[in-house]
């Protein structure tokens, strides 16, 4: 997951002065060291300014992504990132899955949660959701299908991973985000999750309302908030972009 996030992020980097790249031969080598277009194999690149939309356009076509091809659709993402004190910071996730189901999406979103820590060990994290296609194709109606930082809906693989702390600095375990918190977003609409900002924004009654869930309360995460406000911060974002599929429009 961090290799491919690493690989991700140096096409991105590259991406951002790309505007795109022609399929001619390149020139032959005529002694210079140096040359105005940078040469790729395949054809050239010119260098400008790239719109997020042409990054994406240049990540499924200029390698063998995409559907029918080795990988599947790539993208990368605006996420508005917030730490502990709540100052917010304008960032990135990328979308390393997505395949399209019958009534639903898969993704795998691979995030920036806690900026914390040193950073030997600022792990991004990796989360497996599934979004709905609703009947009525309207996004606000799309819900969380399934949610989770380590196996699949279907048990088999390890479609997510944890990069948060575990336990958090305040004590809390991953099996505790994992048994009380998340679940809650499973069922959640987008006219719903696009309320919430923080975990603060969640109400307590809410929170503790369902079979099981009687006795919770969002007290558990005092301390937690940079893992539970970007998990929700996470969903705004990948909602965001599940909106642009085909599907929608």
């Known amino acids: 997951m961090k290799k491919l996030a690493k690989s991700l992020i140096a096409l991105l980097l590259l991406a951002g002065t790309v505007t795109g790249c022609t399929s001619t031969t390149p020139p032959a080598n005529d002694g210079n060291t140096g040359t105005d277009d940078p040469v790729t194999e395949g054809g050239t690149c010119s260098f400008e300014n790239m719109t997020l939309e042409e990054v994406n356009k240049f990540l499924n076509e200029s390698a063998d992504l995409g559907e029918g ?16 004190p709540r100052n917010e910071t304008n960032f990135y996730a990328f979308v390393n899955f997505k395949y399209v189901a019958r009534n639903y999406i898969k993704y795998q979103i691979t995030y920036l949660s806690c900026t914390c820590r040193s950073a030997d060990v600022n792990y991004w994290q990796t989360a497996y959701v599934e979004l709905t296609l609703p009947d009525s194709k309207d996004i606000k109606d799309s819900e969380v299908r399934f949610l989770s930082f380590d196996q699949d809906s279907a048990g088999h693989y390890l479609g997510g991973f944890w990069g948060d702390s575990n336990p958090t600095p305040a004590g809390v375990t991953y099996e505790t985000f994992k048994e009380e918190y998340i679940p809650f977003f499973k069922g959640k609409t987008y006219d719903y999750i696009s309320t919430l900002s923080v975990q603060d924004d969640i109400d307590p009654a809410d929170y503790s309302a369902g079979e099981g869930r009687e006795g919770l309360t969002l007290d558990t995460f005092t301390g937690s908030s940079v893992s539970t406000n970007n998990i929700i911060r996470m969903l705004n974002a990948l909602f965001q972009y599940h909106a642009t599929d085909e599907y929608f429009n």
Not at 74 to 79: F, G, K, R, S
Request: net charge negative; proline share 6%; no cysteine.
């Open 69 to 84: 091809s080795v990988g599947n659709v790539v993208a990368v993402v605006p996420i508005n990132h917030v730490d502990g």
